[in-house]
């Protein structure tokens, strides 16, 4: 019996002995760093090229409008601004502030080739939410397009003075956001977020863009006018010529008209963080 016990307590001893090596650890870790870019990024849906080909009396005299011709959607981490300029490669004599003449047709002493880019009409589906007490008399393009031969800047595109993406100023539209409202700059703005989590409601972060040309008769189209829409920019005040009854004939034929031809320009839409 004596020998018996002194076996069991020298297995108990082994036993404690391996329960205390099992509590031992080695432990190793792998740093994780994180970094959050800010996101600026536009989904655009569009044709290649939009088109307004004039070849009837009708369409001059009315104009040419596509519908929901481009689709903009926004996605933003940031508080941003959205805005359209019109933008050209400079072949007018006269600056990037006009239309590239690709051909012409016919040059005569009273045609002008310079066709201010601004006689473009942007129409917006969506309101402005990111603005409110603008100094703008239209702080976006929400407005319908004017009848035809009542002169209107409430939808001329915004072309800067130098042919630059310059944003407009607090004067000028936006699509969405704006460069200041009253005497504070900081609340002009679009919150962060996206169409994706928008939750279908689509206000605040997807544009319905449509387009509307109008020359009239003679072809000097009327609705095109500066930034904020306080300045005529037709190609009659272009050029400094006789004035004419807007949309009607000028009486005496030796009125400045746009030189038939084909013409192209780029809308571009730039979404900017607002600072």
């Known amino acids: 019996m004596k020998t018996i016990f002194k076996f069991l307590a020298i297995t108990a001893l082994v036993s404690a002995v391996s329960f205390a090596n099992a509590q031992k650890s080695n432990q190793q ?28 009396k009708s369409k001059y005299y009315k104009g040419i409008t596509h519908n929901a011709a481009t689709v ?3 996605t933003s981490t940031v508080k941003w601004d959205l805005y359209a300029v019109g933008r050209s490669t400079g072949k007018s004599p006269n600056g990037s502030t006009f239309w590239d003449q690709e051909e012409s047709y016919k040059s005569t002493v009273n045609s002008v080739a310079d066709i201010p880019l601004s006689l473009v009409e942007l129409r917006q589906r969506q309101v402005n939410n990111g603005v409110t007490n603008s100094n703008a008399l239209y702080p976006d393009y929400s407005q319908s397009f004017a009848d ?20 407009p100023n607090r004067t000028g539209k936006y699509i969405a956001g704006h460069s200041g409202i009253s005497d504070d700059i900081t609340n002009g703005y679009m919150p962060a977020g996206s169409y994706i989590s928008d939750n279908g409601i689509g206000t605040n972060f997807e544009f319905v863009m449509d387009y509307r040309i109008l020359p009239g008769f003679p072809a000097i189209f009327p609705n095109a006018f500066n930034a904020d829409a306080s300045v005529a920019e037709n190609i009659v005040s272009s ?8 949309g009607g004939a000028s009486g005496n034929g030796n009125s400045a008209h746009a030189e038939p031809g084909v013409y192209t320009m780029t809308v571009q839409y730039v979404l900017l963080e607002d600072q």
């Not at 050029?239 to 807007?246: F, G, I, K, P, Y």
């Open 29 to 56: 870790g792998v740093s994780i760093g994180m970094d959050l870019q800010p996101i600026l990024q536009i989904d655009m849906t569009a044709p290649e090229m939009i088109n307004f080909v004039f070849d009837e």
């Open 239 to 246: 050029a400094n010529a006789n004035s004419v009854l807007v």
């Open 72 to 74: 903009i959607k926004v």
């Open 148 to 167: 035809p031969f009542r002169a209107n800047g409430g939808n001329s595109l915004y072309v800067s003075p130098n042919g630059t993406p310059t944003p």
